[in-house]
């Protein structure tokens, strides 16, 4: 390290030994000396630009999804620092951490009404678990270790600092040049649910006749998939998950009964929650969306409830037992515990797996015999099936959370599990599965990524085709084009006496889009034709999109409760 660094120059440096090998951003005025010093400097740091700073976002969360590691992204001040702003939203919700810098202008100009003046600190307040703006070049590092502390510790979530544009040129003393081991990857410093609380919970668990496990997000993010597999295989317990769940246990798995709630359930699904003596919520906030507004699990359900926010327990139902603790370690704990009582278990207890198998079979019958149609247009349950059958067992799909979402929900079955389903439901903004399947494909560059999205998403991402184009990364995009924004159109329906009002837009050639980008392209009308597209596109060692011509969402068979009569 040089005697003394600038504030930029210090920056560079703590990112670098924090492990940082990726940053996703756009340029601007205030971030010259920034970008100046990531040029001049020996770090190691891969620079991505993009074309949109709220897509940086998107690709450093999907980043941080696959690789356990932080996702960074930046961006200028003014509109640069607003255009940020749904990724951090997203992110912080979903419990993703990513650090966001930005840019400010000069600490001596404020007040003054200088061009993109903004109080950042504010704006990113309620958005992210930690934020600041730097006053003083010698607090960088110091924020900096603060940021990854917070990012990786307890509940991961988003942080920002704000770093004006004087800040990044003044010196850093070189005693504040330092990195707090351990914080390079999430999650940190884990602790444990208390043991008398995990004896309760095992108690209520081998006494209950019909008990089930809902799973959320917080599994994959523990790394629990190995202990939850034990728990649910020992016990025979059915597993239901949340939309951001999905990969707490393989798709295919007989004790996985899959998705549960407005989006993405089905009828049998409910019923696995319905006929449950107990519930046991792991990493799962219980919100309206998983329990279709708090009917499933009912209220006399028992509970027991495992989250690493205390803050989530008991909210929105009574709870017999509260585990506050990191998911693996509690789910670990309460493993060993099963196997020294497990002769406690009533023998009358409901087989699991042939609850999941029956679960199942009702679910997936009548939507194979979709998936099957040759019907046009292409109904989205072909596309979901095609996708099942040909793509690599370890891929990443990225969903947009508009037509995909519930589909890919209900139907996507990932041989294994882990993180091999991204789709952005704290929130639900459009655009955010091409740019999620940049971040993936550069976090993970050795699994085919997938990037689905309605021909609506398509027009609020469409830019970064050229990033996708120019980094070369071998993503395969689909566009589901059915020239609406489906879900309103269908909620407009089943809600409003199909009262439709500025929905529909004209149908787009999105392959001669992608064709411009110079991207090889393709577009599906028929659906006998789709497989042999999709496999061409999918063994291609480049960027390549499929344009589908699909069957509008309010007239198809989505797995969305408030549609379904």
Known sequence: MAEKLNGAEALVWMLQHYGVKHIFGLCGDTSLPFYDALQRLDHGIDHVLTRDERHAGYMADAYARVTKRIGVCEGPSGGGATYLLPAFVEANESSIPI????????????????????????????????????????????????AFREMTTGRPGTTHICLPHDVQKNLVPESEMWVQPGHETYPAQRYIANDSDIQKAVTLLLKA????????????????????????????????????????????????AGVVGSNGGVLATRNVVAQADLVFFISCRAGSTTTEHWRFPNRTTPIIHLDIDAQTIGVNYKTEVALVGDAKLTLDAMNQLID?????????????????????????????????????????ERIVHSLNRLLPKDAIVCADPGTPCPYFSAYFLSEISGRHFITNR?????????????????????????????????????????????????????????????????????????????????????????AAYGIPSWRVEDPQQLDSVLKLAIESNSPALVDIITQPLQDAAAPVSQWMG
């Open 99 to 146: 650090l966001g810098i930005t840019s400010d202008v000069p600490v001596t100009s404020r007040g003054k009404f200088p061009l993109t003046e903004l109080n950042q600190q504010a704006l990113y307040q309620p958005l992210t678990k930690w934020n600041t703006t730097i006053d003083l070049a010698e607090q960088i590092p110091a924020a900096v270790r603060t």
């Open 209 to 256: 006749k019909s008990p089930i496990i809902i799973c959320g997000g917080g599994v994959v993010i523990s790394g629990a998939e190995l202990a939850l597999e034990k728990l649910v295989e020992k016990l025979n317990i059915p597993v239901c998950t949340t939309v951001s769940g999905q990969g707490s246990l393989a798709g295919t798995h007989p004790l996985n």
């Open 340 to 380: 020294e009582q497990f002769s406690k278990r009533p023998s009358s207890t409901v087989n699991g797996k042939e609850i999941c198998r029956l679960a199942k079979e009702e679910k997936m019958t009548p939507f194979l015999k979709l998936a099957l149609s040759n019907a046009v247009p292409i109904l989205p």
């Open 426 to 514: 704290a929130h639900g903004a459009l655009g955010f599965a091409m740019s999620a399947a940049i971040g993936a494909a550069i976090g993970r560059p050795n699994l085919k990524c997938v990037a689905v999205m309605g021909d609506g998403s398509f027009g609020f991402t469409v830019g970064e085709l050229e990033t996708i184009a120019r980094r070369k990364l071998p993503i395969l995009m689909l566009v589901i084009s059915n020239s609406v924004y489906g879900w309103i159109k269908a909620s407009q329906k089943s809600g409003y006496d199909k009262r439709y009002f500025s929905v529909d837009f004209d149908r787009t050639d999105h392959a001669k889009v992608a």
